[in-house]
């Protein structure tokens, strides 16, 4: 096992949770970074270092574009700077806050039936295709969507372009300069977002149904007629390079860089998102506009809609949205990656405690085994409290506050992460526990009746954390647009985790838990803490 040492900061910082689920698990982590379990109640201090979307089977996803579906969810970058945490925050008109806090107790009642809902595949006259769930119990409109790219497409020397585009999109549009689209956006009632992934740009847009069409056309400027105009650009970009300087000091960011280059390498996964002080100040409006007409093409668009609106109107608003867009998209290559596994990666930093990241091989969504990974990883650390980590680390020996497991995947790399935090003095005492857990998985597997609780576990909450509000069923809906697994996926679901038997989970458990992980070690040196 090869070993690399890198000094950092006397700082940690608390991670932040990245939203984005499509079905079966909940989270997406985009970056190495610190990740907080919140959507199941068991937030730690670990930093699951990652790059590549969390996708596994952890109920309760976010959106990076999308809530869990059952692939994997939230997109957006963990531990690493996005525009998302630097711009000002989403504006949502006060009306709509009103309404929603308002309607709020008559949505909760319909959540059982929304296992049942009715899923139709909507294609408009120029070919743009979208799921709509018709929903008419509160008159809002939620809309989901992608473009495959991501943050991969930025050009060399240009790393962070697709992230300060993303800021960009309610900056000015048409004929409205940045002022003016937020006013109307206010006055609308609408509340509208866009993130840059590693694999796709996703964008949200959250509307009365009254105030639609006003809504659906101020949509329709920013993403086929954004201005970039110079002073927004300089604007947001001093506020991305506010961050980056920051992270420059934080131990975590550059723990973070170090465990991606560990892992890929030169891959366009190892680099920043957010970008670099030099990359930044390279970007000029015309980059911009020529990133968009290479991304924002109909034939690498995906979209959900649910809410207060037919598929006939439907129709007409995605040609009025996107029909005015190129039909192809002009995207760079990437190549697949497998994360460089068999070797530890050390960041040293004088604090108390020492977080502890390891990284295995993981699965394909559309794999054979994946509900088999997918069963055994809920056994192994994805269950909150009853997992074998769980019971191991933090039950029998009061290791650590939190310890999981996550099975990880992007469109062109998948791993299986465990990731905990403990005392600096108890660090090597910790690594040794986990490994010997994984150990005893890989060679022995689950027992029968941790199976069958764990698939009555899975079953049973997917409508509670994937389809509890409109945001959430359309973010679902995109996922599984995104994972190509069809409109009847949902009716299919039980049947195909009800199948999956004992013997293919222990399979799979020796199949990814066999190999020497990649260790990352984050804190003091051969956790020697200085006494506070």
Same mark, same amino acid.
């Given at each position: 096992?090869?070993?690399?040492?890198?000094?950092?900061?006397?700082?940690?910082?608390?991670?932040?949770?990245?939203?984005?689920?499509?079905?079966?698990?909940?989270?997406?982590?985009?970056?190495?970074?610190?990740?907080?379990?919140?959507?199941?109640?068991?937030?730690?201090?670990?930093?699951?270092?990652?790059?590549?979307?969390?996708?596994?089977?952890?109920?309760?996803?976010?959106?990076?574009?999308?809530?869990?579906?059952?692939?994997?969810?939230?997109?957006?970058?963990?531990?690493?700077?996005?525009?998302?945490?630097?711009?000002?925050?989403?504006?949502?008109?006060?009306?709509?806050?009103?309404?929603?806090?308002?309607?709020?107790?008559?949505?909760?009642?319909?959540?059982?039936?929304?296992?049942?809902?009715?899923?139709?595949?909507?294609?408009?006259?120029?070919?743009?295709?979208?799921?709509?769930?018709?929903?008419?119990?509160?008159?809002?409109?939620?809309?989901?969507?992608?473009?495959?790219?991501?943050?991969?497409?930025?050009? /060399?020397?240009?790393?962070?372009?697709?992230?300060?585009?993303?800021?960009?999109?309610?900056?000015?549009?048409?004929?409205?300069?940045?002022?003016?689209?937020?006013?109307?956006?206010?006055?609308?009632?609408?509340?509208?977002?866009?993130?840059?992934?590693?694999?796709?740009?996703?964008?949200?847009?959250?509307?009365? /149904?009254?105030?639609?069409?006003?809504?659906?056309?101020?949509?329709?400027?920013?993403?086929?007629?954004?201005?970039?105009?110079? /002073?927004?650009?300089?604007?947001?970009?001093?506020?991305?390079?506010?961050?980056?300087?920051?992270?420059?000091?934080?131990?975590?960011?550059?723990?973070?860089?170090?465990?991606?280059?560990?892992?890929?390498?030169?891959?366009?996964?190892?680099?920043?998102?957010?970008?670099?002080?030099?990359?930044?100040?390279?970007?000029?409006?015309?980059?911009?506009?020529?990133?968009?007409? /290479?991304?924002?093409?109909?034939?690498?668009?995906?979209?959900?809609?649910?809410?207060?609106?037919?598929?006939?109107?439907?129709?007409?608003?995605?040609?009025?949205?996107?029909?005015?867009?190129?039909?192809?998209?002009?995207?760079?290559?990437?190549?697949?990656?497998?994360?460089?596994?068999?070797?530890?990666?050390?960041?040293?930093?004088?604090?108390?405690?020492?977080?502890?990241?390891?990284?295995?091989?993981?699965?394909?969504?559309?794999?054979?085994?994946?509900?088999?990974?997918?069963?055994?990883?809920?056994?192994?650390?994805?269950?909150?409290?009853?997992?074998?980590?769980?019971?191991?680390?933090?039950?029998?020996?009061?290791?650590?506050?939190?310890?999981?497991?996550?099975?990880?995947?992007?469109?062109?790399?998948?791993?299986?992460?465990?990731?905990?935090?403990?005392?600096?003095?108890?660090?090597?005492?910790?690594?040794?526990?986990?490994?010997?857990?994984?150990?005893?998985?890989?060679?022995?597997?689950?027992?029968?009746?941790?199976?069958?609780?764990?698939?009555?576990?899975?079953?049973?909450?997917?409508?509670?954390?994937?389809?509890?509000?409109?945001?959430?069923?359309?973010?679902?809906?995109?996922?599984?647009?995104?994972?190509?697994?069809?409109?009847?996926?949902?009716?299919?679901?039980?049947?195909?985790?009800?199948?999956?038997?004992?013997?293919?989970?222990?399979?799979?458990?020796?199949?990814?838990?066999?190999?020497?992980?990649?260790?990352?070690?984050?804190?003091?040196?051969?956790?020697?803490?200085?006494?506070?």
């Amino acid at each position: 096992m090869t070993s690399l040492s890198v000094c950092a900061a006397p700082h940690l910082p608390a991670g932040t949770l990245s939203p984005y689920s499509d079905g079966e698990s909940g989270a997406v982590i985009d970056g190495f970074a610190n990740h907080q379990r919140s959507e199941e109640g068991r937030g730690h201090c670990g930093q699951p270092l990652l790059p590549v979307t969390i996708r596994g089977e952890v109920p309760g996803r976010a959106m990076r574009g999308g809530a869990d579906s059952d692939s994997y969810s939230s997109r957006k970058s963990v531990g690493s700077y996005h525009l998302s945490e630097a711009i000002a925050p989403k504006r949502i008109a006060i009306p709509l806050v009103i309404l929603l806090l308002s309607l709020v107790f008559l949505v909760l009642p319909a959540l059982s039936a929304r296992a049942a809902m009715s899923i139709q595949e909507v294609t408009s006259s120029k070919g743009i295709t979208a799921w709509l769930v018709e929903d008419y119990s509160v008159p809002l409109v939620a809309i989901r969507f992608a473009f495959d790219g991501g943050t991969t497409q930025d050009p /060399a020397g240009k790393v962070g372009l697709a992230n300060l585009m993303s800021g960009l999109f309610d900056e000015g549009a048409g004929n409205l300069d940045s002022e003016s689209f937020q006013i109307k956006l206010d006055d609308v009632g609408a509340e509208m977002s866009f993130e840059a992934a590693r694999d796709g740009i996703y964008g949200s847009m959250r509307m009365l /149904a009254e105030q639609r069409d006003a809504a659906f056309d101020l949509l329709r400027l920013a993403v086929t007629e954004p201005r970039f105009d110079q /002073a927004p650009i300089d604007r947001i970009r001093a506020q991305v390079l506010s961050g980056i300087i920051a992270n420059e000091l934080d131990p975590d960011t550059l723990a973070q860089r170090k465990w991606l280059e560990a892992l890929y390498g030169t891959h366009p996964y190892a680099r920043p998102e957010e970008g670099t002080r030099q990359s930044i100040a390279t970007i000029t409006p015309d980059d911009l506009i020529a990133f968009h007409k /290479a991304n924002f093409a109909r034939d690498g668009l995906h979209v959900a809609v649910v809410g207060a609106i037919d598929a006939e109107t439907l129709k007409k608003k995605l040609d009025m949205v996107f029909g005015g867009l190129p039909q192809h998209q002009a995207l760079a290559p990437v190549a697949d990656v497998d994360p460089k596994l068999n070797q530890q990666l050390e960041v040293n930093y004088d604090q108390p405690q020492t977080s502890l990241q390891l990284a295995y091989p993981g699965v394909e969504r559309r794999a054979p085994d994946f509900f088999a990974a997918v069963l055994m990883n809920e056994i192994l650390g994805g269950s909150a409290f009853t997992s074998r980590l769980f019971e191991e680390v933090r039950e029998k020996r009061g290791l650590a506050y939190s310890v999981s497991s996550d099975l990880v995947d992007h469109q062109h790399a998948n791993a299986l992460a465990i990731t905990t935090a403990t005392r600096a003095d108890r660090a090597a005492e910790t690594l040794a526990v986990v490994r010997e857990v994984v150990k005893r998985m890989a060679q022995e597997g689950p027992t029968e009746a941790e199976l069958a609780a764990t698939k009555k576990y899975l079953i049973g909450a997917y409508a509670i954390n994937n389809l509890n509000s409109s945001g959430a069923i359309a973010a679902t809906l995109l996922e599984l647009q995104l994972d190509k697994l069809g409109s009847d996926y949902m009716q299919r679901r039980a049947a195909l985790i009800d199948a999956v038997t004992l013997d293919q989970v222990k399979a799979a458990a020796k199949k990814l838990l066999s190999a020497e992980p990649a260790i990352m070690v984050v804190g003091p040196k051969h956790g020697e803490a200085k006494e506070e």
